[in-house]
C-alpha cells in the first residue's frame, strides 16, 4: 500500500490548519495526502498543540521540498543523509536540524504502519553536533582600558588591579591565582604549591593535574604587584603566606575576585560583562596574534594538549578575517 492509499483507506477527520494548503506564500505546492493523513492523526489522536502542529507542517513539508518530487517512500537512508547536509549547508544549526529529523522519523514509522515500507530511512541519521562556541576575548584595547583603570588608592583597589593585572599579564586559571602564595614558603609543615616569584618576574603555579609550569609576568603587572605588597603586610593575619587576602586577611576566594573584576569592568566603561576567564582567553589572543607561536601559548596556559589550544587559531583568524574584510579593497562593497 502506498503512502496515498493509507490516507485515503483512514476514516476521515478534522485536517489541522495549514496542512493542505499551499504554504504561506500561495505557491508553495500543497502538502503529500500522506503527510495530510498524517497530520490529522497528530491532531485528532495525539492532540498536539496548534503551534507543535504547525512545527510539524513545516519539517514535513521542507522534507517534501528536498524530495523534489520524489515520493517519500522511496527515499532511502543515502537521501535522508543528503537532505541534512543540504540544510546544514543552508545554515540550518545543529538543534534546528535534530528536531527536523524527529518529526521525519515519526512520519516514516507512522508509515511503516499502514504501508509496506521496509526501513525507516531517518533512523540512524544524525544532526551534525553544534560546534562549542569560541570563547570570548576582549580586544587589545578594551583589556588595556580594564586593567589601567584606578578604582582609588584603598588596599581593595590597589589589590584588584594586581589581580587583574597578573590575570591579563600571565593567561592564570582563576583557581590557579587564588592559590598564589606571595612568595615560596616551606616551613613548620607547610608547603608553597604556588607562588610569585617578584624578583624573577615570573609566577610558579600548579595547575590541572597537578602539573607545575612557570609563566612570565608582564612589567605593569609587576608594578602593580609590588604596589599591592606593600598594602598587604598589615592584613597577613589570618592567612600569611596568601598572595591575595581579603579584608579579613584570609585567602581570596573565586567569588570575590569575579565580583571584583564584574564591578571593576563595569566602572571602566566596558560594554560586556567580564569575567576571569575572559582576561585568560585574552591574554592567549593577543599573545598568539602578536608572536603566532602556539607551542608558546600552550605552555603559558598549561594545556596537556596542543589541540585545546587550537581554538585560539580560530579566534586569530576571525580577527585576521575582518582587518581583511576592512582593508581589502577588493573585500569591500562600493558605495
Not at 75 to 83: M, T, V
Request: hydrophobic fraction near 35%.
Amino acid at each position: 500500500m502506498s503512502a496515498r492509499q493509507a490516507a485515503s483507506g483512514k476514516a476521515k477527520a478534522r485536517t489541522p490548519a495549514g496542512a493542505g494548503d499551499g504554504g504561506p506564500d500561495g505557491n508553495t505546492p500543497p502538502l503529500e495526502p500522506g503527510i495530510r493523513a498524517y497530520l490529522t492523526s497528530l491532531a485528532s489522536e495525539r492532540k498536539l498543540a496548534g503551534l507543535t502542529l504547525e512545527n510539524y507542517t513545516r519539517d514535513l513539508r521542507q522534507l517534501q521540498r528536498l524530495a523534489g518530487g520524489r515520493a517519500l517512500e522511496s527515499l532511502q537512508h543515502g537521501d535522508i543523509r543528503r537532505f541534512v547536509m543540504q540544510l546544514h549547508g543552508e545554515g540550518l544549526v545543529g538543534r534546528s536540524i535534530a528536531r527536523k529529523l524527529s518529526a521525519w522519523r515519526g512520519y516514516f514509522a507512522w508509515l511503516a504502519q499502514r504501508t509496506a515500507l521496509v526501513a525507516n530511512p531517518v533512523e540512524g541519521v544524525r544532526a551534525p553536533k553544534q560546534p562549542k562556541p569560541l570563547p570570548k576575548a576582549l580586544s587589545p584595547d578594551q583589556a588595556s582600558a580594564l586593567v589601567e583603570f584606578e578604582s582609588g588608592t584603598s588596599a581593595e583597589a590597589v589589590r584588584n588591579r594586581a589581580m587583574f593585572e597578573l590575570l591579563y599579564s600571565s593567561g592564570l586559571r582563576l583557581s590557579e591565582l587564588t592559590s598564589l602564595d606571595h612568595r615560596y614558603v616551606d616551613a613548620d609543615g607547610y608547603r608553597s604549591i604556588s607562588w610569585l616569584d617578584l624578583p624573577e618576574r615570573e609566577v610558579v603555579v600548579t595547575g590541572k593535574g597537578n602539573k607545575r609550569r612557570r609563566v612570565p609576568v608582564g612589567e605593569k603587572a609587576a608594578q602593580a604587584l609590588a604596589q599591592w605588597l606593600d598594602k598587604r603586610a598589615p592584613l597577613a593575619t589570618a592567612e600569611p603566606h596568601a598572595l591575595f587576602l581579603s579584608a579579613r586577611g584570609k585567602r581570596i576566594g573565586s567569588r570575590a575576585v569575579q565580583q571584583g573584576l564584574a564591578h571593576h569592568a563595569q566602572a571602566a566603561g566596558l560594554p560586556t560583562h567580564v569575567h576571569p576567564h575572559m582576561l585568560r582567553h585574552s591574554f592567549a589572543t593577543h599573545v598568539l596574534q602578536s608572536s603566532g607561536d602556539l607551542r608558546a601559548v600552550q605552555e603559558m596556559l598549561g594545556h596537556s594538549n596542543i589541540s585545546t589550544t587550537q581554538i585560539y587559531t580560530k579566534l586569530d583568524f576571525q580577527h585576521l578575517a575582518k582587518v581583511y574584510d576592512q582593508a581589502h579593497p577588493r573585500s569591500r562593497k562600493k558605495p
